[in-house]
């Protein structure tokens, strides 16, 4: 089965913080894809981007990738708050580009691409299911959020 959900743009919000949880879809095993823009951490911005795999009603647990400071970290966030990092690595995303991210999940492997590029594996098995959550965030005022669009899942 195949979700679409286009046209989404965060960036547009009159808030400080865009948080969207997708609390409706029940991921298992599938795979993400959507654009992102206004990332801009290799310029002046530095604006933050999370997303949640596999979320856990009622607490921030489930499986988290995050790009902040031309870093992209893949982690497991567990019901107690304990953090796990399976994954740092430097990325350079550049002020007016847009990027194809992908999220592939299979049993309890876990791979994140980057316009096709993989850039994060690994193997966990806490959470089989759960929901999906999108923060963005300008690191400072006047920054504009990154916008997500053409946002798809497959299932």
């Not at 009159?14 to 894809?33: F, K, M, N, R």
């Not at 550049?94 to 992908?102: A, D, E, F, I, P």
Request: proline share 3%; hydrophobic share 30%; aromatic share 14%.
């Amino acid at each position: 089965r195949s979700v679409g959900v286009t046209g989404v743009q965060t960036c547009a919000l009159p808030i400080s913080t865009a948080w969207v949880e997708l609390t409706a879809l029940d991921l298992g095993d599938g795979s993400l894809e959507f654009k992102i823009g206004s990332l801009d951490t290799c310029d002046k911005y530095n604006n933050e981007f999370w997303l949640g795999i596999k979320r856990q009603h009622g607490s921030d647990a489930g499986y988290w990738f995050q790009m902040y400071q031309q870093t992209l970290s893949c982690y497991l966030e567990r019901e107690n708050t304990e953090t796990i990092k399976y994954h740092e690595k430097r990325i350079y995303a550049h002020s007016g580009n847009t990027y194809v991210l992908r999220i592939e999940t299979k049993g309890d492997l876990i791979k994140i691409f980057i316009d096709g590029e993989q850039y994060c594996s690994y193997a966990d098995d806490t959470f089989k299911r759960g929901f999906i959550s999108i923060v963005t965030m300008p690191r400072e005022s006047g920054n504009p959020y990154p916008c997500i669009d053409d946002f798809t899942i497959y299932e």
